[in-house]
């Protein structure tokens, strides 16, 4: 399995990004979708999910803000991040649930 993650960047409070994860190594139709973050000194927290059929799920700090979506012909998970706080800033990881990729640094700051 290969999970690559791109599109982090520093970015101003209030600001926009999106995050691609390219997937390879799995049938990737098969498996449910996720990005995780790991901020400085804290615990690696689930941020969204989306499952085969496309059902979604979001941490309560990101509801209404990210949006997570999947393309299964480009084997690609992207996740766009609206509305971008400090508290935003970590590394994001595109996960299977049982695999991560290397991640992508996401910073939000003026």
């Known amino acids: 399995v290969q999970l690559v993650e791109s599109g982090g960047d520093l970015v101003q409070p209030g600001g926009s990004l999106r995050l691609s994860c390219a997937a390879s190594g799995i049938i990737f139709s098969f498996y449910d979708m996720g990005w995780d973050r790991q901020a400085p000194g804290k615990e690696r927290e689930l941020v969204a999910r989306?499952?085969?059929?496309?059902?979604?799920t979001y941490a309560d700090s990101v509801k209404g803000r990210f949006t997570i979506s999947r393309d299964n012909v480009k084997k690609m998970v992207y996740l766009q991040l609206n509305s971008l706080s400090p508290e935003d800033t970590a590394v994001y990881y595109c996960?299977?649930?049982?695999?991560w990729g290397q991640g992508t640094q996401v910073t939000v700051s003026s």
């Open positions: 989306i499952t085969t059929g496309g059902s979604t």
């Open positions: 996960t299977t649930g049982t695999d």
